[in-house]
């Protein structure tokens, strides 16, 4: 169970060669800058490679939710090797095969169906938020 | 027959998704690889020096590497560093901003102006180096490589990743000591079959092809050729028993 004032970490892949990487990031914009602000809090994977300390910190203190690009899942490997607990794994390859007509294409800038996809995610990631907070005593939910 | 892995040059990009910085060097880069030179680089995800295999780890030893930050953190130059091998060069957006003199540079998701100025100005920055590090002339008036009668025009092309691409190494004794030879088994596959056989005169032109992915210095020439040789001839030797 998390404690009160407690966020949730959302760590996105830092995908630079696929669109599913795009998706990731743009998803985890969604939440963190639109959906959920004040609870959330979007910590880069560039920071956790070099083993930043305050960024590992964030991460062992709280739960996480990591969204990968591809199998490869650098972003759930980096929470893990961080000392981090993560709550639940995303990967955009899986969710795009739930999701077909939705294909991403452009890695610089997502075309409509890869916007939409991010969007599609954000909110199934809002609702894992929602219920990490739920379980935390007096939490917010919006 | 094996293609012998053409010189590139590789682009790692911190991508840093707190700051605007982090989205220039991510569009900069994209612009490198897809726009101004997708024949001459290639490029990796950071993570991937941790989170992937010694293939990935070996990117920064057989690519010269050019690492762009957002922020003097410098995550992706001292990542680079740490796990894969020394950047050959590394910019840092807020640096080349401020040298510049561009406006502030604003929007993780969508840029301003200034910050789409940035990566146009990041984005040439490292194309100059990309050049640079492949001992070409680009002359930008002209768009085209100095002294080159034919100007190499460059198609662009989606960026792919090189994650889990499994860059070949072999190990080999030089001196009593263990060194590790990017794209070695490559070569060797190569020249056998080219036809080359292990013979004396062949010394020096399986040390130019080293050379081309691996440091040598000049006093350890002589050694490497006879080691490669040796090498070469066992190679030779097992691929003929296996076949």
């Known amino acids: 169970m998390m404690e009160k004032n407690k966020k949730v970490i959302i760590v996105p892949c830092s995908g630079i060669g696929k669109p599913y990487g795009t998706v990731s990031r743009e998803a985890a914009y969604d939440v963190t800058e639109d959906l959920r602000p004040r609870q959330t809090q979007l910590v880069p994977l560039a920071l956790l490679v070099l083993g930043d300390e305050e960024s590992r910190a964030v991460v062992a203190e709280n739960q996480a939710i990591t969204i990968d690009g591809c199998k490869l899942a650098c972003a759930a490997k980096m929470v893990q090797q961080s000392g981090g607990t993560i709550a639940q794994e995303f990967a955009v390859l899986d969710f795009y095969r739930t999701h077909k007509d939705l294909k991403p294409q452009g890695i610089a800038e997502l075309n409509e169906g890869g916007q939409k996809l991010a969007h599609a995610l954000a909110e199934e990631v809002t609702a894992v938020v929602d219920g990490l907070l739920s379980a935390n005593e007096g939490g917010e939910n919006a | ?243």
Not at chain 2, 32 to 61: M, N, S, W, Y
Not at chain 2, 66 to 83: F, H, N, S, V
Not at chain 2, 119 to 144: F, I, M, S
Not at chain 2, 175 to 192: D, E, M, Y
């Open chain 2, 1 to 243: 027959m094996p293609e012998l892995p053409k010189k590139k040059v590789g682009i790692v990009s911190c991508s840093g998704e707190e700051l605007a910085e982090g989205t220039i060097t991510r569009l900069a880069a994209l612009k490198v690889l897809e726009q101004l030179r997708p024949a001459d680089t290639v490029t990796i995800c950071l993570p991937l020096f941790l989170a992937g295999g010694e293939g990935d780890r070996a990117f920064a030893k057989f690519y010269p590497t050019i690492a762009i930050d957002g922020c003097d953190k410098r995550c992706a130059a001292r990542g680079t560093e740490m796990y894969s091998g020394n950047p050959a060069a590394s910019i840092v957006v807020t640096e080349l901003v401020e040298q510049r003199g561009l406006g502030k540079p604003e929007g993780k998701r969508r840029l301003n102006e200034a910050g789409q100025q940035a990566v146009e100005v990041t984005a040439g920055k490292v194309a100059e180096l990309v050049d640079g590090l492949l001992h070409k002339n680009w002359n930008r008036t002209a768009g085209a490589e100095e002294e080159t009668t034919v100007p190499e025009e460059q198609e662009p092309v989606q960026a792919t990743c090189s994650c889990g691409s499994g860059i070949p190494v072999q190990e080999v004794e030089i001196n009593g000591q263990l060194v590790t030879l990017i794209a070695l088994p490559v070569i060797f596959q190569h020249f056998k079959e080219e036809g080359k056989t292990a013979t004396l005169d062949m010394a020096s032109e399986l040390l130019n092809a080293v050379k081309i992915y691996n440091p040598v210095s000049l006093d350890e020439e002589k050694t490497y050729a006879e080691t490669l040789l040796r090498e070469f001839a066992l190679f030779y030797e097992n691929e003929g028993t296996t076949k």
